[in-house]
């Protein structure tokens, strides 16, 4: 099989690096093109990282050579790359509107930005939660004049430790009222330089710009309904969200504490929990995608686990792991709950974005 | 003004060592005697500790060449101190045993540990919320027949962040319900050797064992009401604890949502929570106690604050640090408390437990 | 192939669980055989290292269910594993003696630890230094009449990023008179529960019991010679080593200043240096070897490079990584060299050892 | 005795912010004026820090209110305040001019800056070492034409922790020929934000740009000698640095190794350095200035000491603790020293700079 030539925007910044390191030995998908800011334009990859490559000891080799464009310049890209990723890091309009521009020039793009994420016939997908949502793509493409081009994106990595989880006891039948989640999240969700070394030894920061704004509304939108042309939000569950930034590099921890929309004879035991959560499987492992978990959400048992450093990297980096199941005084049950995020919430899981819909054929 | 003499029990342990540390220039009580193990009698302190001396770079003059007790002799410390600072490490039914035993030998036991914090005619004081709690001695010294001797406790250090603002909310008039508090502890509270850094590079711990138990339990005891001989705990709130250890040194972060119990109309606005805690102020302000903050709830403004490594010392570390004051989906309202662990939380907050005493004349 | 049935003593520490997962799916060793103190024996391995399993997620399958035996048993291993892979932690003279119990039962030993080091007919390996070293093993049989058993070490992880690099350059004509390393050691060279965090956290330890001892000694034996049954030290180079703890998870960096044995003219460029680097090859490199890294010696010319998050796991962390190759004002030339001191230093330079001997037919 | 009033520009930055926590209650000077960068000019000191106060939990008082000037301008600051602490952080060509702008307006400059080190009549003062290298300031003004304005600066941090012990052996008879040294430098070193935590979790960086050159090259003008309006620089001793940054808050640690320039039966024996540091006292003691250290260099015995997070504060962060005296296989001794980076080798040795230019009647 010929791989599809990909681009990738933003691709000197950490989770363009992430994309540019998870691509480089990918079975669908091969990187051709990469751009950057003005400042990097005209360099090679290589130099244009010189000193900054933070993703393992060496870039891979393909890319390497590859002369780094300029982001903006929306014209160099067309006819090199069939689709692109956006790892892009500018002003929130700015990403819009420039991803927008791909779109109209037949390049599809799957982002990892925010800036789309609350247009209304934009899907944020988690593609084991809502695959779905694709089916949206016709009327954004309607409703700009698009031939080949959209936009698709995916939602912030705070939430991928515990949306998994909650989807699957919604889905199998044990609708969430309301949740109260505390987050302990990695360092490299904030990119690079990202957070000052001063404030994260012996110390903590319970505080992250924006974040739990969009751990709170975005997972409505990821439960949501298409309908109209529009995703619908769904209406619950009310969350929130209390996020703090701690001295790990990578993986965001969430301690939950949940209560169950149900009649209390109706709510089901711990041990039902667990079964929903290890047999919980979806689209991506149905359509076997290559970046796809085989079991998306695993369940440990030690007393002292989910631990950022031993199951970050649990299936590719692409599990969600749950432990410390327990009841809760206050509502109904707790756990914590664990996820990469700058794999399953970042760069790999805005790769398997783009296999669900390339299986779809959307970029035939 | 003649110093009292006093000894700390479990003196080489790093709350005793901060116990050492503290009373090192207190303007009550002098140090002049030291117990631990029998692997460290007869020792000088010096000896005892050399090459994990853990607090700042020198052992304080006046302890350094005190030879160390077996703290199982209680006999050695008659006659020695007027009351003992318990910081024993050792199985909860032994310290149970040996502290009763240097009570019934006249000797007060001032004990941060946990082996006597249940025993029902014991007081678990915070001074600033149930200086009162102390009236329970009388019935403790009657039932075992003890003239001089008793015991006071102090509670786990992980509620000490957020009991303050809680009490104070209550005794204004807001009664809370139930709330969620998610814990980020600093190592310290582990003791020595304590964490393995392995587990805390890179890395948090999402459990602490017995850690959530104390923490929801201890706060309706402290709550309580001294009647009949007993202290007979308070109803609410109920609390749900998630206790995480994360790497920081001192000074332990609780990101707290909690629900009044009051109609909606008669819950406090923000601006009169923040009042309420400002203006807090209680018995040991009153007495002017050495070791009492001046204002024992600090509220700070900025977005990213309290943080342990800018707020942990604040007030001399016996002031609790309250930010992010606000309005939470779920209940009523969430924020961030911080205290020092070491200081409020343990050695300072028994030296603090000791002045009230020594001010009510329970050392007399 | 069939592989090889194995065994791995003190299989439940940090090495010996470092053994187990590299050799999970080792081509020519399977694990089949554990033990460990008489604490864990009678346990499965799952059960004796709950909780602390600390080398990424999950045990792997094919050892979860072996019962662990006694280490100290041997007659339990007989027959059951053609050799073992000591990774044992006890006392260093019961190390020794249990190690030569197991070699006179017929099992070969491939140890890790330090006991038998200085036995002077026993081969300390680094194979692609002194691969000739193991033509001692037949005086070694024969001084103990030893048929099938013998006893081969590996040196100390401390040493290990820079000798390859040294050595290297003595084999391409450039003697070394003497070198002054300074070396930032990670945590994980403690063994588990190993450095407390406390120590750990903004601070580093300037000091590692034995270990600048063992740096500067063990660099004369493995660049000695086999003559007369024995291994006679080099007499070159002079080492003066700094050993300090950094709060790092795996990877030794070592900073090293170092004086050539050569007038003046004869002395290499660095760009030479470069290149003996760079093209070193040596017999695990021409036996392919599984273990073996491709390149030896990696050279970055990035000015802030080797770093330990970043260049550890070069090449299976099998890899030297050197980097800051400049002129020295005291001496000749300084550099930095890192090395990941669990795999190249540990437990993989073990298997590698065993990969060795296995090709040279030490196991036939 | 009426305080004299000082300014501190670059009053935003960390160092800066460092002065102003150090001086609220000093002695003899007070902070009446702030000037920083345009972009922080016309708010108050409070507004401008809002957020990025990083030095302990509150702004002192007396500066909260204060409006921050614009440090271009000069006018601004003329009879406002009798003399500034230079903390910018601009443009090295840049600060060279303003701190001289500064000066000509007969506001001397006590800067903390690198940029006018190397001019050759400007004195690069550690008060226990060179305090007569104010003789230069005649030169200096008289040059310039300035009246009451003039420069002096400090040297690099990194290497003050080795500087006091070097000198005094010096200055007791012992030359030293040359010294290979290898520093742990805390990240407080590099302002803020400074390195970024990704570099700092689970990392070392072995490379501070500039750092090495400095070190090696600011020894020698400090030992340096004023002669014919200059300081000549010493020849000796040779210095090879190898400068790394770790993750630590504060507190530059130094592995030195030494060879003295003096035949074999001169030079001294252990006890005899440790007799030479231990007994070392200079000009800022016998002036008694403020700031000064009680006893400059602290001698520890712990094996395993010096350590940042123990040692750095000892006598007011302004000691250098010295450990692991013992011989070197490669040079005659080796130890470990130690000092506070932003203490005494920042702001602390700043303000004792201007403690010691006060005590000479520099300011009048």
Request: proline fraction near 7%; charge should be positive; include cysteine.
């Amino acid at each position: 099989m010929k791989k599809i030539p990909v681009g990738v925007l933003g691709a000197t910044g950490m989770v363009g690096q992430r994309y540019i390191y998870l691509l480089a030995n990918h079975p669908y998908f091969e990187v051709v093109y990469t751009a950057a800011s003005s400042r990097s334009a005209g360099k090679t990859y290589e130099q244009a990282v010189e000193g900054r490559w933070l993703i393992g000891s060496d870039i891979p080799e393909g890319v390497k050579k590859l002369v780094v464009q300029d982001a903006s310049d929306v014209s160099a890209a067309k006819g090199k790359c069939r689709f692109v990723f956006s790892a892009l890091e500018m002003d929130k309009d700015a990403i819009k509107k420039l991803e927008e521009e791909y779109a109209s020039s037949d390049i599809p793009v799957v982002s990892n930005a925010s800036a789309n994420r609350w247009t209304e016939d934009v899907p944020m997908l988690i593609p084991e939660i809502n695959p779905e949502h694709t089916d949206i793509i016709a009327a954004q493409k309607k409703r700009h004049g698009w031939n080949k081009g959209f936009i698709a994106v995916k939602p912030n990595c705070s939430l991928q430790s515990y949306m998994a989880p909650i989807f699957a006891l919604i889905k199998a039948g044990y609708p969430v009222k309301r949740m109260i989640v505390t987050t302990l999240q990695a360092v490299s969700g904030a990119g690079y330089p990202g957070v000052p070394s001063f404030d994260m030894i012996d110390n903590i920061v319970p505080y992250i710009g924006g974040e739990e704004e969009k751990t709170e509304k975005e997972c409505l939108k990821i439960l949501g309904t298409v309908r109209n042309g529009k995703i619908e939000n769904a209406a619950a569950p009310v969350v929130a969200a209390h996020c703090n930034r701690v001295p790990v590099i990578d993986g965001h921890t969430a301690c939950v504490s949940l209560e169950f929309d149900l009649p209390q004879k109706d709510k089901p035991s711990l041990e039902r929990i667990e079964s929903v959560w290890t047999s919980f499987r979806s689209v991506p492992q149905e359509l076997k995608l290559p970046s796809a978990p085989v079991q998306p959400i695993r369940v440990r048992h030690e007393t002292n686990r989910p631990q950022p450093a031993r199951d970050r990297d649990t299936d590719k980096g692409m599990a969600v792991t749950v432990g410390r199941l327990r009841e809760c005084p206050v509502f109904d049950i707790r756990f914590v709950a664990l996820s990469h995020n700058t794999k399953r919430g970042a760069a790999l899981g805005g790769i398997l974005n783009a296999e669900l819909l390339y299986a779809k054929g959307f970029f035939d």
